[in-house]
Structure formats: structure tokens, C-alpha cells
């Protein structure tokens, strides 16, 4: 009987481990995605058709966003912008490069939280192909008075799919994510969400199949 416990307990605190590894990963989740953030969408759209992605600042704190001049990168052979709607007074020039797209902006009083910069339309070639919206940050300071301070935020890049099947989800396909504005670390963002659910799973399991332990512990030991 006591072995029998003894093995009991032993996997109960490798359930305990494993509850405490969900929680330790969810809190990790947690504080890998605050922080100020470029982060440009994702699209889909079939051969010859066109796609649009939006350019925003996420979590930008006092005093706010106050200049930015932000480069997209495309891949000319897939995919042609098209159109680009920019916000709070920026502007923007589709052919500052031969597969480069730059919007700039300014504001005084500056732009704190998340706001949409800019949105990008992009027309699909006649083959199917996929093109990478690479994100690059040459300017992207604070509204400090009399002297603005570069944000160094985590980018998020994007990326135009052009296909004749349509994607699996509406959100076509998840951007990658640099932390930081030079070459960073990157991260599939839906891989990592899947992982954090099914650590927290197994955290609450733990939790569960420990009370049951204790349960049969206990009734083990009246006998």
C-alpha cells in the first residue's frame, strides 16, 4: 500500500511540475506581447485580384507616437501596389523604391495607444505566388518636446498570398514578428499561441488529476 502511494504522490508532483510550467508559459505570453509594436497585416486574394493590409502602431505609450517614416519591402514579380491611405497628416510614396513603399507622418501633440497609420493595397500578378511585406523602421520617435526619443518597438511584418484556393481562416496568413526594429528574433504567432493553450491544458489537468490523488490517498488510508 505504501508503494502504491508512494508512486501516487511522485506523479502527482509531476502533474504539479507541469501545472506550474502552463502557468510560468501563460505569464511568458503575457509579456512577450505588450510592448510598442509596427505591426502591418496580412492578406489573401487570387491571381489578378487585389488585397489590402493596415499599417498600425500598437501600445505606444505617453507621450505618444510623434514621427515616423516606416519602408515596406514587396516583392515586385507577385504583387503591385496599388493604393495607399495614410492617417493623422502622414503621406506616402509608392514608388520611393523599385520594390519599396515609404509613408512618413508627424504630429505635435503625439499618438499614444493604437491607431491605424496607413492601409496598403496591393494587386496580385496573374500567377499564384506569395510576397513578403518586410517592415523597416528608419524613423519612429516619441512626441517628447524639443527632443523626441527613438521607439524601439517589436514589428510585426506581413505578407500577401496570391492564390486561387482560399486560406483556411480569415486571417490569411499570421505576420512574423521582430522584437525590436534591427534583425531580431523571430516567431510564428499562431505556433506560439497553440503552444501556450496546450501548456495551460495541461496545467489544468495537473491541478485535476492531483485532487483525485489526494482523493484516493485519503481513502487508503481510513482502510
Known sequence: MRMTQ????????????????????????????AGPTASLGSAHAAPGASASVELESLDIEAPGLGAWSIDITYDPDVVT????????GAVCNM????????????????????T?????????????????LTV??????????????????????GMITCSNTPPAAPTAV????DTGTGAGSTANGSDFTL???????????????????????????RF
Not at 101 to 106: D, P, V
Not at 139 to 156: K, R, S, Y
Open 6 to 33: 508512494r508512486k501516487g504522490w511522485r506523479l502527482g508532483l509531476v502533474l504539479v511540475a507541469a501545472a506550474v510550467a502552463g502557468v510560468f508559459a501563460l505569464v511568458a505570453q503575457n509579456a512577450w506581447a
Open 81 to 88: 501596389p496599388t493604393g495607399c491611405d495614410t492617417e493623422h
Open 195 to 221: 503552444l501556450i493553450a496546450l501548456l495551460a491544458g495541461a496545467g489544468l489537468v495537473a491541478f485535476a488529476g492531483l485532487g483525485v490523488l489526494r482523493t484516493r490517498a485519503d481513502r487508503a488510508n
Open 136 to 157: 523597416s523602421l528608419p524613423d519612429f520617435a516619441d512626441a517628447t518636446l524639443g527632443g523626441p526619443v527613438q521607439i524601439n518597438p517589436a514589428i510585426v511584418h
Open 174 to 177: 499570421p505576420g512574423i514578428v
Open 116 to 132: 491605424l497609420l496607413a492601409t496598403l493595397t496591393f494587386e496580385c500578378a496573374d500567377a499564384e505566388g506569395e510576397s513578403a
Open 95 to 114: 514608388e520611393f523604391g523599385e520594390d519599396m513603399i515609404r509613408t512618413a507622418g508627424a504630429t505635435a501633440i503625439g499618438i499614444e495607444g493604437s
